[in-house]
C-alpha cells in the first residue's frame, strides 16, 4: 500500500471514529430537525456512559417512548406547542425504526434532546427572554437547573417514570392549578385572548416559583400590584403605580439590594429637558420654589442664577436637578434600590389618593407602593423608625439601610392572574404587549 493510499484510510477511520463517538453535536440533525440543546444532549449522554436511552428493541423502551410523546401531543395544555419538541419526527418512530445503528443513534439523541426541551419549558417556563428585557437571576441558577434537569432525566426508567418526572416538574400551587384549569375551560371555546393571557401567566409562574426562594418580590404591572413571598407563602399584598403607557415600566428581574429612608429625587435627564427646561428658563426661582437645587458636572450645588439659561438647550444640558427630602418628595420618605441598568425602583409618594383608583398607571415608569413601610419592615433585619419618618423632616439626609441579603425582584406583565380570593381575573392589556 502506497503512502498516500495509507493516510486517505487513515483519515477515513480517525473520521469514522469521530461519528461514531458523536463529535459533531452541534449538526446532528434528523428528519430535518436540528438539535434545540446540543450541548445538554452531550452532557446527558455522558451522565448516561454513552448508552441508547429510548430507541432499544425492548417493550419498556418503546412504552416510555411513547409515554413522553403523549405529553409532547398535549403540551397545549400547559400553555406548550407540541412542534416545538420534534413530535412529527417522534410520531414517526411508532411506525418507523431506523435500520443502521448510525440512524438509532441520531433518532435517540433527536428524542433526548425534546425531553430536554420539554422538560424545561414545563420548569422554568417557556421563551421568557421575549417577556423580560433583563434578568440577573437565571444565570446564577442556570448550571444548577440544568444540572437538576438531566439527573432527573437520567433516573427516569419507564414509562411510569415519565408522568412521575413532569408532575415533578409542574408548579402544584394552587394559583398555578387555577390558571392550568382556565386553560383548558377556554380551550373548547378557542378563545384567544384569554388563552394568551393565561398561556404568557403559566410560564411567568413556571418562571419565578421554580426557583424555590426564600423570599422574593413580584410587581404585576398588568394588575398594578406589589406581592411579597416567603417560602412560597404570601405576606404582602398592596396596590402599586405603574408607568405610564407612553412611560412604560420596564419588565425585568433583578434584585431589591437596598432601602434609604428620605431618599433625594433626581429629576431624569429626560423629564428635565423634555417638560421643564423651558419653565427654568424663563423663571429660575422656580427651582427654589420647587425645593429644589441644581447640581453640575462636578457634584456641586450651584445657584441657578449663575448659568446663562439662554445658551442652553436639551442637547447640551449638563446638569442635575434635585429635590430636597422630606414628605413633599415626590419618593415620599422610603425608597427601594433595584439592581437593574432601569433608572427605575420601587419607592413611598407624596400622592396618596392614587391607590384608590382603578386604574394607576400615572408615573414615568417607577414604581410607587401603597404601604412601603411594610415592605421595608420585611426586608430589613429590624423595623423602621415610624415616628422617623412621620416627622417628615425637610431636608434630613438621606439614610441607607443595606438588605443583608438582596431579595429577587421581578417586575411582569400577567394580564392574567389569581386575586386575593383566589379567582382567575383578566386585566386589560395598558401597554399593549400581548
Known amino acids: 500500500m502506497n503512502t498516500r493510499q495509507g493516510n486517505s ?3 477515513r477511520t480517525i473520521l469514522l471514529i469521530l461519528i461514531t463517538l458523536g463529535t459533531p453535536w452541534k449538526n446532528y440533525v434528523h428528519a430535518g430537525s436540528a438539535l434545540l440543546y446540543p450541548t445538554l444532549v452531550k452532557q446527558f449522554y455522558t451522565l448516561n456512559n454513552n448508552q441508547l436511552f429510548w430507541m432499544q428493541d425492548a417493550d419498556g423502551y418503546k412504552r416510555k417512548r411513547l409515554a413522553l410523546l403523549a405529553y409532547i401531543n398535549n403540551a397545549d395544555k400547559m400553555g406548550l406547542t407540541a412542534k416545538k419538541y420534534h413530535q412529527n419526527e417522534l410520531s414517526g418512530y411508532n411506525t418507523h425504526i431506523p435500520s443502521n445503528a448510525e440512524e438509532t443513534k441520531k433518532a435517540d439523541y433527536l428524542i433526548t434532546d425534546a425531553a430536554i426541551a420539554l422538560c424545561k419549558d414545563i420548569y422554568q417556563g417557556s ?3 421575549q417577556w423580560a ?4 437571576i437565571s444565570s446564577t441558577y442556570r448550571s444548577v437547573d440544568n444540572n437538576y434537569l438531566l439527573q432527573e432525566l437520567n433516573n427516569v426508567r419507564n414509562d411510569a417514570d415519565i408522568m412521575t418526572l413532569m408532575n415533578k416538574l409542574e408548579p402544584q400551587t394552587s394559583d398555578y392549578m387555577q390558571l392550568k384549569n382556565a386553560l383548558a375551560d377556554c380551550r373548547p371555546n378557542k378563545d384567544a385572548i384569554k388563552i394568551k393571557q393565561l398561556v404568557t401567566s403559566m410560564n411567568y409562574y413556571r418562571w419565578i416559583w421554580h426557583f424555590h426562594l426564600d423570599s422574593f418580590i413580584v410587581v404585576n404591572i398588568a394588575s398594578a400590584t406589589l406581592r411579597y413571598y416567603k417560602k412560597d407563602n404570601l405576606m404582602l399584598n398592596m396596590r402599586a403605580v405603574l408607568g405610564q403607557p407612553n412611560k412604560k415600566t420596564p419588565r425585568f428581574a433583578a434584585y431589591c439590594s437596598e432601602v434609604t429612608l428620605y ?5 431624569p435627564r429626560s423629564i428635565a429637558v423634555n417638560e421643564w427646561l423651558n419653565s427654568f428658563k424663563r423663571n429660575p426661582r422656580l427651582l427654589s420654589m420647587m425645593n429644589m437645587v441644581v447640581i453640575n458636572n462636578n457634584g456641586k450645588i450651584i445657584s441657578p442664577y449663575s448659568i446663562n439659561w439662554s445658551a442652553v438647550n436639551k442637547n447640551n444640558f449638563a446638569y442635575q436637578i434635585r429635590e430636597a427630602t422630606g414628605c413633599s418628595n415626590p419618593l415620599g420618605v422610603i425608597k427601594f434600590t433595584l439592581t437593574s441598568p432601569y433608572a427605575v425602583y420601587m419607592h413611598d ?9 382603578d386604574s394607576r398607571y400615572r408615573s414615568h415608569g417607577c414604581i410607587r407602593l401603597q404601604d412601603p413601610v411594610g415592605l421595608a419592615n420585611a426586608l430589613l433585619p429590624k423595623p423602621v423608625d415610624t415616628a422617623f419618618l412621620q416627622a417628615c423632616f425637610n431636608n434630613q439626609q438621606p439614610v441607607v439601610q443595606a438588605i443583608p441579603k438582596p431579595v429577587p425582584t421581578f417586575v411582569v406583565y400577567m394580564t392574567a392572574s389569581v386575586n386575593e380570593n383566589g379567582v382567575v381575573e383578566y386585566y386589560k392589556d395598558i401597554y399593549r404587549l400581548l
Not at 133 to 136: M, N, P, R, V
Not at 263 to 267: G, H, R, S, T
Not at 349 to 357: A, E, G, I, P, Q
Open 9 to 11: 484510510n487513515s483519515i
Open 127 to 129: 421563551n421568557m427572554t
Open 133 to 136: 428585557s433583563y434578568d440577573a
Open 263 to 267: 431618599p433625594y429625587w433626581y429629576m
Open 349 to 357: 409618594t407624596n400622592l396618596k389618593d392614587v391607590f384608590s383608583y
